[in-house]
């Protein structure tokens, strides 16, 4: 049986004005991403400029050697912690003398991989072909070490031309011209707002029923799909590597208070996340700003965990999220000694502690989520004719009702409600009429 070659890579960091401790942790990350992809790391090289070289990125010096640290292990790829321009990225393959590909290329190939959905794959083409249009002209007859591949080819190996970068729809043979791409860019983005409308068909339907909306952020490998699994005992894919799921997983969670919320899982963030990427899951990521609280999901143990923290926000602003409220969890709680988490309690004082993976202080985390949803709402009563049983069947499923009693008028509820869904059922308020008297539900 033949043995599988992995493909080996050089990754190169650029520090401009940072820490080296900053440099080599964001060189560490690039090893994760690059293993994740599939590839093996050769050697891994850091420089200190001033500004990146227009022409290069790295200057011609730096790319020589580059080269000869290639050369030497063996390595058929180079990875620069960066976006090069469409000029870098072929000044620096003709200068390595092998393949050249950026972050942004190293990521989009890892999302290619990782969808599994019809609208994950749609999304991560529609970033892949927004990536690639610019850098027809740029990359120029490189472009065709994508040519003959397909969705997942360059996964088994032995491909001339393949692996890291070249992954993802078949449709984006790099020797297609641009009117071509367009034409997909333009179906793409079509098929995508037809799913956004049925996304947003369900969101209204929950909103209808009065169930609030919790969305689980933070830095990709977190554990935000171990917590949803620790709270609501489903099944999604834990893997302890980088981007291991990228669809978004909404689960029922029943609160200690008796109200039920839908609890959302979502795709990680990681820094400098790239933009075509974030452009092109847009409409998924704009569930955040649609959700009642945000649970912002950090791991403990990582070595600078203020600046994962700090990368999320950045998307979430991007996306028209900042201002959701939230509520801060810090995971791996097991893994932490005593200098992490007094690092963690100066910089995050009111966040919540658990280990999702040991099912640890999950209870005081159910309870820190009923308070803060409890801050969002208010008690209203309503009195709803007997012909529109939906509307307090609708209260019953949300674990909304807290009171209750049938009167010759209709039913009379005490619900908890937020302000705008109370606002939606303002033909039904009763004021001066107390529903306490009702017997209480449940």
């Known amino acids: 049986m033949q043995e599988l070659q992995l493909e080996r890579a050089v990754l190169v960091g650029l520090t401009i004005g940072g820490t080296i401790d900053e440099a080599e942790e964001h060189l560490a990350e690039l090893a994760r991403l690059t293993e994740t992809a599939g590839a093996e790391v050769a050697e891994t090289l850091l420089q200190r400029r001033r500004k990146p070289d227009p022409a290069t990125f790295l200057g011609k010096g730096k790319a020589e050697e580059v080269r000869g640290v290639a050369k030497a292990a063996g390595a ?13 990225l072929r000044n620096l393959e003709e200068l390595c003398g092998c393949k050249v590909i950026d972050r942004t290329a190293l990521i989009l190939d890892i999302f290619a991989q990782h969808a599994h959905s019809s609208e994950g794959k749609l999304q991560v083409e529609l970033a892949q072909l927004n990536y690639f249009l610019p850098r027809l ?12 591949t397909g969705r997942g080819a360059g996964r088994t190996g032995g491909l001339a031309g393949g692996g890291i ?14 009117r071509k791409i367009k034409t997909r860019l333009a179906k793409l983005k079509r098929d995508l707002a037809d799913l956004d409308r049925v996304r947003d068909v369900k969101r209204r339907q929950r909103t209808r029923r009065h169930v609030p909306s919790v969305t689980i952020v933070g830095y990709t490998n977190a554990g935000k799909s171990t917590l949803l699994n620790a709270l609501t005992e489903s099944g999604v894919l834990v893997e302890d590597q980088l981007f291991s799921t990228l669809d978004p997983t909404t689960r029922r969670l029943d609160l200690p208070d008796g109200r039920a919320v839908t609890l959302t899982d979502t795709v990680g963030f990681v820094r400098k996340l790239p933009h075509a ?75 919540a502690l658990v280990s999702a993976l040991q099912a640890e202080g999950l209870e005081a985390l159910l309870g820190a989520l009923a308070a803060r949803l409890a801050t969002q709402e208010v008690e209203v009563d309503l009195l709803v004719p007997y012909d529109r049983g939906d509307v307090v069947a609708a209260l019953h499923a949300a674990g909304a009702v807290l009171a209750e009693e049938f009167t010759d008028e209709g039913t009379l509820v005490r619900a908890r409600l937020r302000a705008d869904q109370a606002g939606r059922l303002e033909q039904y308020r009763v004021r001066g009429r107390g529903a306490g008297r009702a017997k209480a539900d449940g």
């Open 137 to 148: 002209r740029g990359w120029g007859e490189s472009l065709s070490r994508q040519a003959g």
């Open 165 to 178: 970068g070249t992954r993802g729809p078949g449709e984006t043979k790099l020797e297609i011209d641009r």
């Open 277 to 351: 990427l974030v452009e092109a899951f847009k409409s998924t990521l704009e569930e955040t700003a649609r959700a009642d609280l945000l649970v912002h999901v950090i791991d403990g143990t990582v070595a600078e965990p203020d600046h994962q923290y700090a990368s999320v926000r950045e998307v979430l602003g991007e996306v028209g999220a900042a201002a959701v409220p939230e509520l801060v969890v810090v995971n791996k709680d097991d893994a932490m000694d005593e200098v992490a988490r007094a690092r963690i309690r100066r910089l995050f004082p009111d966040a």
């Open 76 to 88: 058929d790829t180079v990875i620069v912690d960066e976006e090069l321009s469409p000029g870098q």
